[in-house]
């Protein structure tokens, strides 16, 4: 039976948080280097660059220059609290630095092409829907050349939530009893699809950005299933699809 597939883009089908990880690293160390003789640790500094970062999402979305801003924002918390002196030579390299997450190469995660082969060989619609920025996300697209599985089905949204997901829905061609939701968050995957009444597939990642993760208050109306590989998915939708009926 036909089946109509969203897959989430980044953290789902290639790396994304990696990246944000490495250059927050990077900002870690200079952070420290400016503002540890002042008796600031690196837990701090994480700890408010996280704070500050998500506390923007809801309002921006997932604005680009949200991430750069989130290390100004901390750079100047810090100078005020120590009373170090701002320096616009390190507020530019900061904005550098936070901008730079954009330029990394898309790495896919493992079997991606295999999945997306196994389920449009079998008949299956698919659809890409994602957070970001339009020009952003189609560069990470074409790179690894997903059109050739998704077409015109490609849905980017600053904002991704329960209210984005809905407006897709209800504005295409979906049958909900039909249609599967696939992604890394719970919050912007899986609590939209749910309450939209699709299935939805949670792909765990190793260690999934604090945004992400809430708890779960929908109850499912079809399938709901945690995957930790992408090559799963094929399997678990054929045999929920075909499972025997009661």
Request: glycine share 6%.
């Amino acid at each position: 039976m036909k089946q109509t597939i969203l897959f989430d883009l980044d953290d789902t089908l290639i790396h994304c948080n990696k990246y944000f990880y490495q250059v927050i690293d990077q900002f870690v160390e200079s952070m420290l280097s400016w503002f540890g003789p002042y008796g600031v640790t690196t837990e701090a500094i994480r700890d408010k660059q996280t704070e500050i970062d998500i506390a923007g999402i809801d309002i921006l979305g997932f604005k680009s220059d949200h991430f750069p801003q989130s290390f100004l924002e901390t750079y100047r918390h810090f100078a005020d609290l120590t009373g170090r002196r701002l320096d616009t030579s390190e507020e530019n390299w900061l904005w550098k630095l936070g901008r730079s997450v954009y330029d990394l190469e898309a790495e896919p995660y493992p079997n991606m092409q295999e999945t997306l082969d196994a389920l449009a060989s079998t008949g299956h619609e698919l659809h890409l829907y994602t957070g970001g920025e339009l020009l952003i996300q189609n560069r990470k697209i074409e790179r690894l050349q997903l059109q050739r599985y998704f077409d015109k089905r490609i849905y980017v949204r600053r904002h991704k939530n329960v209210e984005a997901l809905e407006e897709i829905i209800s504005g295409g061609p979906f049958d909900r009893d039909h249609t599967w939701m696939i992604g890394n968050s719970i919050r912007t995957d899986v609590v939209p699809a749910l309450t939209a009444g699709l299935h939805a597939i949670h792909m765990k990642t190793e260690s999934e950005w604090l945004y992400n993760v809430i708890e779960i208050q929908v109850q499912p109306r079809g399938a709901f299933f945690t995957l930790n590989q992408l090559i799963e998915v094929p399997d678990t939708i054929y045999g929920y699809v075909n499972r025997p009926m009661e």
